[in-house]
């Protein structure tokens, strides 16, 4: 006999992001990036950058999760030069949860 797909267990090989609200915690990341670059006076070249990219005002206007998702390696040393340990491990959950 014939095993049929209906044989089979029901398996689905991708994972799902129903519920993990990506575009809300990358919208948080981006926020504290904001206000920490801002009311710090911190000065760095990439971070101008990345915020011209973030307001579509250099390249083409992507939402924020996919900007954080292509810069993830840049922003890890961003923050470890900036010493924010905590944007670090939201940047880490939001690339393990949502990129």
Do not use: I, S
């Not at 390696?73 to 949502?98: G, S």
């Amino acid at each position: 006999m014939k095993a049929q797909f209906n044989d089979r267990p029901t398996t689905d090989r991708y994972r799902t992001f129903v519920g993990l609200d990506c575009d809300t915690k990358a919208g948080e990341l981006v926020a504290a990036l904001r206000e920490r670059m801002g009311t710090q006076g911190r000065q760095d070249p990439f971070w101008d950058y990345f915020e011209a990219k973030l307001n579509g005002t250099k390249g083409p206007a992507h939402d924020e999760l996919y900007h954080l998702h292509c810069h993830l390696n840049d922003l890890r040393d961003l923050l470890e030069r900036w010493d924010e340990p905590d944007l670090a491990a939201l940047l880490e959950t939001l690339e393990v949860e949502c990129c």
